[in-house]
């Protein structure tokens, strides 16, 4: 089994976070760390200011504290924001921190993304780790 299992989450489909938790119980050793990561993309600049000013801050606490409450669902899990864009910062963020599993969810695709969703998708093919997806 696994050490350090890394599982992105994207709050649009709390189903999908849920099964990938699941998933990532079943592949960690039973010391295994399980590491929730959520990424905020950047506000682009054209929108920034349309957003109130404390608009990232609000987010940001929000965001942590709901990945404090799924993590805590975990023996030996822990929640992480951080800031990027998604597929390229989840593969830095594996690569700088040891994971060796990552599960991660996909949405149904569509004809722009082929067989994955773009994320998943990124994450598979530049991975340096096992990765589990779930559909």
């Given amino acids: 089994m696994y050490k350090n299992v ?7 489909d709390d189903a999908k976070a849920e099964a990938a938790m ?3 119980r079943k592949l960690a050793d039973s010391d ?10 950047h506000v682009p600049g054209y929108a920034i200011s349309y957003v109130p000013p404390d608009f990232r801050e609000q ?11 799924l ?6 899990g822990t929640g992480v ?14 690569e700088e921190n040891g994971i060796d599993c990552i599960v991660i969810a996909s ?7 082929l067989l994955l969703g773009s994320t998943a998708a990124k994450v598979v093919r530049h991975a340096n780790c096992a990765v589990h997806v779930l559909r």
């Fill in 59 to 69: 987010s940001r606490k929000a965001v942590q504290e709901e990945l404090d409450k």
């Fill in 81 to 94: 924001l951080v800031e990027g864009h998604s597929g390229r910062t989840i593969l830095d963020y594996a």
């Fill in 32 to 41: 295994g760390q399980i590491t929730l990561l959520h990424v905020m993309e």
């Fill in 22 to 24: 699941n998933v990532a």
């Fill in 107 to 113: 949405h149904r695709p569509g004809m722009g993304d």
């Fill in 71 to 76: 993590a805590a669902r975990l023996d030996h």
């Fill in 6 to 12: 890394l599982v992105p989450i994207a709050f649009d």
